[in-house]
Nanobody
Framework: QVQLVESGGGLVQAGGSLRLSCAAS????????MNWYRQAPGKQRELVAT???????DYTDSVKGRFTVSRDNAKNTMFLQMNSLKPEDTAVYYC???????????????WGQGTQVTVSS
C-alpha cells in the first residue's frame, strides 16, 4: 500500500504565500510523475502543476509565474510553492502521484486526502 499525505494548507491574505508538501510512503519502488490538483466548491477538479521524475515541470495557465512545483526524490516528497495568491486560488489541493510499488511492473495513480487553501481578499 502507498499513502500520500499533503500538508501546508491554511488561510492567507491575497498576495501572500503558502508552501504545500506531499509526502509519499509505503511500499514504493519508484515514483513517476507527481501532480497537484485543486477543486473549488461546485467546480471540477483541475490539474494545477505536474513534475516528472527528472524534474520537468508544467503548469496550468492561471498559476504560471506564481506557483513553483519541485520534488525531492530521496525523500519521496513534492512541494508546491504558491506566491501572489489570489482569492480564486481558494480550493482543496490534492496530491497525485504515479507510483510503482515494489515488485510490481506497472505504476498506478494514488491520491492524498487534500489540504484546504483559503485566500481572503
Amino acid at each position: 500500500q502507498v499513502q500520500l499525505v499533503e500538508s501546508g494548507g491554511g488561510l492567507v491574505q491575497a498576495g501572500g504565500s503558502l508552501r504545500l508538501s506531499c509526502a509519499a510512503s509505503g511500499s514504493i519502488g519508484s515514483i513517476n510523475a507527481m501532480n497537484w490538483y485543486r477543486q473549488a466548491p461546485g467546480k471540477q477538479r483541475e490539474l494545477v502543476a505536474t513534475i516528472t521524475s527528472t524534474g520537468r515541470t508544467d503548469y496550468t495557465d492561471s498559476v504560471k509565474g506564481r506557483f513553483t512545483v519541485s520534488r525531492d526524490n530521496a525523500k519521496n516528497t513534492m512541494f508546491l510553492q504558491m506566491n501572489s495568491l489570489k482569492p480564486e486560488d481558494t480550493a482543496v489541493y490534492y496530491c497525485n502521484a504515479e507510483v510503482r510499488q515494489r515488485d510490481y511492473v506497472f505504476a498506478r495513480p494514488y491520491w492524498g486526502q487534500g489540504t484546504q487553501v483559503t485566500v481572503s481578499s
